[in-house]
Antibody, heavy 120, light 107 residues
Framework: EVQLQQSGPELVKPGASVKISCKTS????????MHWVKQSHGKSLEWIGG????????SYNQKFKGKATLTVDKSSSTAYMELRSLTSEDSAVYYC?????????????WGQGTLVTVSA | DIQMTQSPASLSASVGETVTITCRAS??????LAWYQQKQGKSPQLLVY???TLAEGVPSRFSGSGSGTQFSLKINSLQPEDFGSYYC?????????FGAGTKLELK
């Protein structure tokens, strides 16, 4: 069974950084790109970017360049996203999602989400 | 960037009714469109990909159609578990973008 297990909620101060994780199981980690999606409270979904775990290659939404950094640890089949210089605008639920070309390139598997709250 | 315009923003319907949600892309995305359902406090779930192909396990009362710039998601005979939010998303190049969402509520 494919599973994407994200790290727990984070409360961080403005200006700080946070690194959230997405631990995968049930499939070969390097065979699928991993993506991150932001959902601000009550709002729609925004694609942040994606990473190819096989070679570390990344693709970012221009809006999030400089804000988000995507990495992976192949040894533990875990993807990471670090967010820096946090402001209240970064308070949101962040999802990891596996892009699946067997499903036309849609996101067939999602993590449960990580709530990041930026507050002094 | 490709803009996805989704309508309506909200919709009230009763169990047993049929509803349609539409999504318009700002440029030709061929059939590279997905639909997701999201329930309160949960992760989105893939319903349809390639505009009209149901994801595994999705009931046949859901159907997707369209190509190019105009797409729709139809739900026949609404069931109680169908209420929630729906999003379209193109997967034709990057950045991937989502529609603003449709909140489907019980009348």
């Amino acid at each position: 069974e494919v599973q994407l297990q994200q790290s727990g909620p984070e409360l961080v101060k403005p200006g700080a950084s946070v690194k959230i994780s997405c631990k995968t199981s049930g499939y070969t980690f390097t065979e699928y790109t991993m993506h991150w999606v932001k959902q601000s409270h009550g709002k729609s979904l925004e694609w942040i970017g994606g990473i190819n775990p096989n070679n570390g290659g990344t693709s970012y939404n221009q809006k999030f360049k400089g804000k988000a950094t995507l990495t992976v640890d192949k040894s533990s089949s875990t993807a990471y996203m670090e967010l820096r210089s946090l402001t209240s605008e970064d308070s949101a639920v962040y999802y990891c999602a596996r892009r699946d070309y067997g499903y036309g390139g849609g996101f067939a598997y999602w993590g449960q989400g990580t709530l990041v709250t930026v507050s002094a | 960037d490709i803009q996805m315009t989704q309508s309506p923003a909200s919709l009230s319907a009763s169990v047993g009714e049929t509803v349609t949600i539409t999504c318009r892309a700002s440029e030709n995305i061929y059939s590279y469109l997905a639909w997701y359902q999201q329930k309160q406090g949960k992760s989105p779930q893939l319903l349809v990909y390639n505009a009209k192909t149901l994801a595994e396990g999705v009931p046949s009362r859901f159907s997707g159609s369209g190509s190019g710039t105009q797409f729709s998601l139809k739900i026949n005979s609404l069931q109680p578990e169908d209420f929630g939010s729906y999003y379209c998303q193109h997967h034709y190049g990057t950045p991937l973008t989502f529609g603003a969402g449709t909140k489907l509520e019980l009348k």
